[in-house]
């Protein structure tokens, strides 16, 4: 599904929600994504249209690759819904809050597993989501019931500005010590902030 969307178009698409943000025009927060976007496209490789996509407050590149138009996308956006988009059509959901995402994510795999529907389900978190209860709960349900469902933890290393491994008092984290089928990860370093484009916005 992604090779229509180059790392190069991808960037061009992110730069643009990030002007629009720094000219007021985006009346709520915006996360934008940096550095990810081979790693996104190869994933993405994978991913079928009847696939369901979980992601997080970070999701314009996972919409684009699911297949959502970007106008469509870039409506949304615009309407500051940029944290929590949601497309149904095109089966991808994400939650702003740290691990929102996650038992439905588990759910919807359980009920595409009963319905023998050959759907994946694709979770996308962060490293420092991965180390919360509800994601270890999950991966380990998933794991024991066999779900058709893969977590991809996309580690930047950071939990807005804080160091991740330092929280944990460890160099690595629980999915580096522990493999399992139904967890992918990559490492990446965006040049965006957390939230926002680099320019203090007052709504
Ligand atoms: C329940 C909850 N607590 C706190 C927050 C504020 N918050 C938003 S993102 C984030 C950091 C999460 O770090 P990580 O999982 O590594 O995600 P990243 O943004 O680095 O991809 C926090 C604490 C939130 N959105 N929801
Ligand atoms: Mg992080």
């Known amino acids: 599904m992604s090779n229509i969307w180059s790392v190069q178009d991808l960037q061009a698409f992110e730069t643009e929600i990030a002007e629009s943000f720094n000219r007021g025009e985006i009346r709520a927060p915006v996360h934008l994504s940096d550095g990810n976007e081979l790693s996104l ?4 490789k994978e991913v079928k249209p009847i696939d369901w ?6 999701s314009h590149y996972q919409c684009l690759l699911k297949g959502v138009p ?3 996308l870039t409506h949304e956006i615009m309407a500051g819904r940029s944290i929590s988009l949601g497309f149904p059509e095109y089966r991808i959901f994400s939650s702003a809050i740290v691990g929102g995402h996650i038992p439905i994510a588990v759910g919807a795999s359980k009920a595409e597993k009963l319905k023998r529907s050959g759907a994946h389900v694709w979770c996308f978190i962060g490293d420092m989501t991965s180390e919360t209860g509800v994601a270890q709960s999950a991966i380990r349900y998933a794991e024991n ?3 058709p469902i893969t977590f991809i933890i996309e580690d930047n290393e950071i939990s807005v500005l804080t160091d991740t491994r330092q929280v944990w ?3 690595t984290l629980r999915f ?7 967890v992918k990860s990559f490492k990446y370093k965006s040049k965006y902030p957390h939230a926002g484009a680099g320019k203090r916005i007052q709504f």
């Not at 496209?41 to 993405?44: P, R």
């Open 169 to 171: 008092a460890s160099e």
């Open 145 to 147: 019931h066999d779900l």
């Open 176 to 182: 580096e010590e522990r493999s399992s089928s139904k």
């Open 53 to 58: 996509v979980f992601c997080s407050w970070r």
């Open 70 to 72: 970007p106008e469509e």
């Open 41 to 44: 496209i190869e994933i993405f």
